[in-house]
């Protein structure tokens, strides 16, 4: 078992910027794959970012050059930057621990 803790989430204005975490605890393997995924109202989860443990990373086109995703091994804790922040991010944002442990999720609301 493994069990995701997020915060970071909130209310931005267009342009702002946000950073979400979330730490990892329980049965970490040392091969992992973190991320992060959103849902918007009425729509489909969807990935955001993911990044392997020794770095390699992965972005969705809507995020790029905006979002940066990041990871503490040490502390089994991913980030999120996000800057730069559109009207179209607001979601809830999850964690997501080897495609198959999720966190509660955290709000992310960007508005004016």
């Known amino acids: 078992q493994v069990q995701l803790v997020e915060s970071g989430g909130g209310l931005v204005q267009p342009g702002g910027s946000l950073r979400l975490s979330c730490s990892a605890s329980?049965?970490?393997?040392?091969?992992?794959?973190m991320g992060w995924y959103r849902q918007a109202p009425g729509k489909q989860r969807e990935l955001v970012a993911t990044i392997a443990r020794y770095g390699p990373t992965n972005y969705a086109d809507s995020v790029k050059g905006r979002f940066t995703i990041s990871r503490d091994n040490a502390k089994n804790t991913v980030y999120l930057q996000m800057n730069s922040l559109k009207l179209e991010d607001t979601a809830v944002y999850y964690c997501?621990?080897?495609?198959?442990?999720w966190g509660q999720g955290t709000q992310v609301t960007v508005s004016s």
């Open positions: 997501n621990f080897n495609t198959y442990y």
């Open positions: 329980g049965s970490i393997f040392s091969m992992n794959v």
